[in-house]
């Protein structure tokens, strides 16, 4: 499950032009970076030009898919990983990155492009495991480990059950044998007076 | 309506700010003139007397914007009420949810700066701190029942959202039976309208390079096949709606308006069911949890048992040991008397034989 890069484009007299964008090209071989990056791009402006905006889409190639939304807002954001990537994660990422992207840069800082953008390099490490990054994902591990811990609970709790039974028993053979004892005890006190 | 003339109350008012300002001051005065041994005093009394009215100053901006918080979701409450089909403004709802989202959030931080603040403020009286403490509660109150509503409100607008698919499907009525039964398997009406589409926008974008638009065209249509996820024949369709050329019916273009608006469905459709997936995994939590409490009660009586057993056990010992410091002593003292026996025989002996 990898990410493998997030694009941010905006739309000029419609034609798509990149605004910002990170990349992690890792997993290719060094050569075939520059290329890879290319085609990312020019696939993402292709891409971009045909989403309507207030529409996802999730386009797919080999074994690639590229995630996209058209913000209200006249922004587009891309993202590419592999197919197993949950698109639901990449959506919301997707909707995260542009709100925050909207906030930090306003529209007349557009003209510029490449922008830098420093965060969305963080958001790229940090989503590559999207169980850990992914609030929803998240919350459903920690349920499933301490659903994991409870039962482990519920072992323990029925073989302490087990040990207080032993216990009890332990303990009235116990009480009975004190009982004979006293008894006894009582027994050579009284009777028979002794020499 | 009869005026009244408030001109004596503002001026009292006027006075009391000044002479507040002046106190004030002439604390500060004071402090100057004063031996360094009073400076002390005075310098607790000038910090808490600025730091109460900076408190309330803080209270009272925080109050005030709950309020604006609080008219702007009634706004929000206005416009998601509505119900009709086609006017609905989904985006100015949206940014309105998304500026109290915003607002609550920074309202939030900030009592939460206020109350560190109070917990770091000294007060003279045990009365200031409670008030400060109360004010605090109430701030936090009125925020809580302003998320309240504001939570209530975004249930509400769901609500209508499905109200209003609803509707929609209605009128749309035919179609969406046809797209329902074919939205995860593809007709073969449909695939051949996709293999259509995809064939005629590689012979009017030339100015891109067609042998990649191809690749991918083909291959998103071998995916779209091969699963039924989200299907990227919008790119042709998209293009062909945006040349203008019509080479669609208008019955397929409302298939794929159907398609669309499931297409957007799907990632909203995603969550709720991983969120749903999450709610029933707390309800098994709750269940193992009352599972537990259930057996641990069981086992209480166990445990009560036991001690009953440990008390009796202590009971026993108790009683046998007395027993046998009674044996004890009764032995010992037996040999007494032996001895006291035994020392009159032998004075008997010895008279007898002096007697002799």
Not at chain 2, 56 to 70: K, P, Q, V, W, Y
Not at chain 2, 308 to 326: P, S
């Amino acid at each position: 499950m990898k990410l493998y890069s997030i694009l941010i484009l905006s739309k000029v007299q419609d034609k798509a032009q990149i605004i910002a964008s990170q990349f992690d090209l890792s997993s290719f071989g060094y050569f075939q970076r520059g290329s890879v990056q290319e085609f990312m791009n020019f696939s993402s402006t292709t891409i971009a030009e045909r989403t309507p905006i207030g529409q996802r889409q999730s386009v797919e190639s080999e074994n690639n898919v590229a995630h996209v939304y058209g913000h209200p807002q006249d922004i587009w954001g891309i993202i590419i990983s592999d197919k197993e990537y949950p698109s639901r994660v990449a959506f919301s990422l997707l909707n995260k990155i542009l709100d925050e992207f909207l906030v930090k840069f306003p529209r007349d800082k557009w003209n510029n492009p490449p922008l830098n953008y420093p965060e969305l390099n963080d958001y790229l490490l940090k989503y590559q495991d999207p169980k850990q990054a992914d609030t929803i994902m998240r919350v459903q591990n920690e349920l499933d480990e301490t659903t994991a811990i409870l039962h482990k609970t519920i072992e323990s709790v029925l073989q302490r059950g087990e040990k207080l039974d032993s216990l009890v028993d332990r303990s009235e053979a116990l009480s009975s044998q004190s009982k004979m004892f006293y008894k006894t005890a009582k027994k050579t006190n009284s009777c028979c007076v002794v020499m | 309506m009869s005026f009244k003339d408030r001109t004596n109350e503002f001026h009292s008012m006027v006075d009391r700010i000044r002479s507040r300002n002046t106190a004030s001051s002439t604390l500060e005065r004071r402090s100057l003139l004063s031996s360094p041994k009073f400076n002390s005093s005075s310098n607790n009394k000038k910090p808490t007397h600025h730091s109460r009215s900076e408190f309330s100053l803080m209270a009272g901006e925080i109050s005030r914007n709950i309020t604006n918080t609080a008219g702007k979701l009634e706004k929000l409450t206005k416009l998601a009420k509505r119900k009709t089909l086609f006017d609905d403004k989904p985006v100015e709802i949206g940014e309105l949810t998304f500026i109290i989202k915003q607002d609550i959030a920074k309202l939030n931080k900030q009592i939460a700066m206020l109350q560190e603040y109070t917990k770091g403020q000294r007060h003279p009286s045990k009365q200031a701190t409670e008030h400060t403490s109360n004010v605090v509660v109430s701030l936090q109150s009125k925020l809580a029942d302003t998320s309240m509503n504001f939570k209530d409100v975004l249930e509400i607008r769901t609500e209508n959202m499905k109200m209003s698919k609803d509707k929609r499907d209605q009128f749309l009525f035919s179609t969406a039976e046809q797209n329902a039964e074919q939205s995860f398997v593809s007709s073969p009406l449909l695939k051949s309208r996709r293999r259509g589409n995809a064939d005629s926008p590689p012979q009017q974008q030339q100015q891109y390079d067609p042998s990649s638009s191809t690749a991918t065209n083909n291959n998103s249509n071998s995916a779209l096949l091969a699963q039924g996820g989200y299907q990227p024949q919008h790119e042709e369709t998209d293009s062909t709606l945006s040349l203008g050329i019509p080479m669609i019916t208008p019955e397929q273009q409302q298939q794929q308006q159907q398609l669309m608006l499931a297409e957007q469905d799907r990632y909203i459709e995603h969550r709720s069911t991983a969120i749903e997936s999450i709610e029933s995994t707390i309800a098994e939590l709750g269940g193992i949890f009352q599972q537990l409490a259930t057996m641990v009660a069981e086992q209480r009586e166990s445990v009560q048992r036991i001690d009953q057993n440990t008390e009796d056990i202590e009971m026993n010992v108790m009683g046998a040991q007395r027993e046998l410091l009674k044996y004890y002593t009764n032995i010992s003292s037996n040999r007494w008397l032996m001895i006291k026996i035994f020392a009159t025989i032998i004075l008997f002996f010895l008279l007898f034989t002096l007697i002799m």
